[in-house]
Structure formats: structure tokens, C-alpha cells
């Protein structure tokens, strides 16, 4: 673990202005979040001290495109988790492998996700059954089997859905498999990570131009998108230093504004 912060550690600083930094990842204000409690990952982390989260996927999850191993999106979000807790043991466990289908992912989910006992489970998936033409009702059967699967691990599931592409004829094998996976999520009650809307605003916004959003094959991210991903997927686990920031200075506006009442009431009696 310490080998891996270091080299994650050396990477950052390697980057330096061409990664985007946390206030360099916006998110927009509607499609992401806010996001349900995930109740067996909050207990495992609160209460047990540990947290282990197994990312499952393709080639965005391995990290193609990523300048390194500590670069990748599960490695980042690794980090982020551990210097919010400080005390717990994180753990999130890369099992991406490029190119693969639902089908591919569920062929090699006893072995890559149920034997490391996860707490939560993240699938990014859709992209290459997209671009494959795999038809929407085995998608649908797949998504299925595979939520049923992590609910019998007694674990949390959430989806994270395709990135948008620059070539036209690809976006829209891309858009048109959005509403499917929408469609098994709200049905199974699962939480969505819409990285197709985050990363649409990224663009829209000026945080990210195609060139940096995506490396030259148009298709994989890069250091810095997975950066900003890795920061935006950490959103699941609010750090309670700023939660406690932000409790403290309500309670202060609260305390303010009635002695202000106070004073106002004085003057009129």
C-alpha cells in the first residue's frame, strides 16, 4: 500500500498543470447526485474501520490511456478515500480488463468480485456492448443478473455508465444504451454515477476540451479525466471534515441571526 501512495504520490506531482485539480472538476447540478446512502459501505466504514470497494469493468476502469497504475481512476479513488479516513483501512480493488462486454464481466465475477468479499461494488459498464451492437434485452439480462449477484454478496452496487465519444456514429451507439442501463437501475433500485452527463459538462463547462478529455484514439481518458472522475466518484463518501465544516458554520449563521432577532425585538420594545 505505501509503494502504491508513493508512486501515486510521484505521478500528481508529474502531472502538475495538465492534471486538473479538485476545483477543476465540476459537477453539474443536475445528473449527478445527490446520491442514496449506501448503507453496507457507510457501516463498514464507520463502524468497522474498513472499506473495501471492488471496481469491476473495461477499459476505462483498467485505466487505458492512463499514464500508469496510480493513475487509473480506482488507484485515485483509493487515495482521496484514504485521506478523508484516516483511520480506516480502503481498499479499492482494480478488475478492469479492456474490450470486455456485461457478459464478459459476469463470466469472471465469482473470481474478481465475490472472492474479495466487497462492501461495494462499482460496474462501469455499457460502453463496448454498445459500440458492439449487443442487443438492448441481453443487456437488460445481463445488468440484471449481475445487481442479483452483488445483493447476494450482501453489498452495494453502483453503476457507472459510458463516456461520451467525439466520433458521431460511436456517441450515438453511446446515447442510445443510456436509457436501458437508466431503465435496469431504476427498476432495481440501484444508483447510476452518470459519467456520460459529468463528463458532457466537463466540455460544455471549459474544464475539459475533447483533446484533454480523451487521449488521441478518441475513446480513452486521460490522467487528468480520470483524476476528475476519481475525485467525482469520491462524492459516494462525503468527507465528514467538511461535513462537520459545514454543520459548525450553519450553526453559527443559526446563532447569528437570532441574536440579530434579539436586538431587533430590543429596539422595538
Known amino acids: 500500500m505505501l509503494s502504491r501512495l508513493v508512486a501515486l504520490s510521484a505521478a500528481t506531482l508529474l502531472l502538475g498543470a495538465t492534471a486538473a485539480r479538485a476545483g477543476d472538476c465540476p459537477a453539474p447540478t443536475t445528473g449527478w447526485g445527490p446520491f442514496p446512502s449506501l448503507a453496507e459501505s457507510r457501516t463498514a466504514l ?7 470497494v471492488v471496481a469491476i469493468g473495461s477499459s476505462s476502469t483498467e485505466g487505458v490511456g492512463a499514464s500508469g497504475p496510480s493513475a487509473t481512476y480506482p488507484a485515485q479513488l483509493e487515495q482521496l478515500l484514504e485521506q478523508r479516513f484516516p483511520k480506516a483501512r480502503i481498499e479499492v480493488l482494480n478488475e478492469g480488463v ?20 466487497p462492501d461495494l461494488v462499482i460496474w462501469q459498464v455499457g460502453t463496448n456492448d454498445a459500440l458492439r451492437g449487443v ?16 445483493r447476494a454478496l450482501k453489498a452495494d452496487l453502483v453503476l457507472l ?10 456517441d450515438a451507439s453511446i446515447a442510445a444504451i443510456l436509457p436501458v442501463l437508466k431503465e435496469v437501475a431504476v427498476a432495481a433500485q440501484v444508483p447510476v454515477l452518470s459519467r456520460y452527463t459529468l463528463m458532457r459538462h466537463w466540455l460544455t463547462s471549459g474544464a475539459f476540451t475533447e483533446a484533454t478529455l ?13 483524476h476528475c472522475l476519481a475525485e467525482r466518484i469520491a462524492d459516494l463518501f462525503p468527507d465528514p471534515r467538511q461535513q462537520a465544516a459545514t454543520m459548525a458554520a450553519a450553526g453559527g449563521n443559526s446563532a447569528a441571526a437570532g441574536a440579530s432577532k434579539e436586538v431587533r425585538d430590543a429596539r422595538r420594545r
Open 135 to 150: 442487443p438492448a434485452e441481453t443487456i437488460r439480462a445481463g445488468l440484471m443478473d449481475g445487481i442479483g449477484r452483488v
Open 214 to 226: 480523451l487521449g488521441a484514439d478518441g475513446l480513452h481518458m486521460t490522467d487528468a479525466s480520470y
Open 161 to 170: 455508465d459510458p463516456q461520451p465519444l467525439p466520433a458521431v456514429r460511436r
Open 46 to 52: 464507520l463502524e468497522e474501520g474498513a472499506l473495501t
Open 98 to 117: 479492456g474490450g470486455e462486454t456485461v457478459a464478459d464481466n459476469l463470466a469472471r465475477f465469482a473470481e474478481d468480485v465475490a472472492a474479495h468479499g
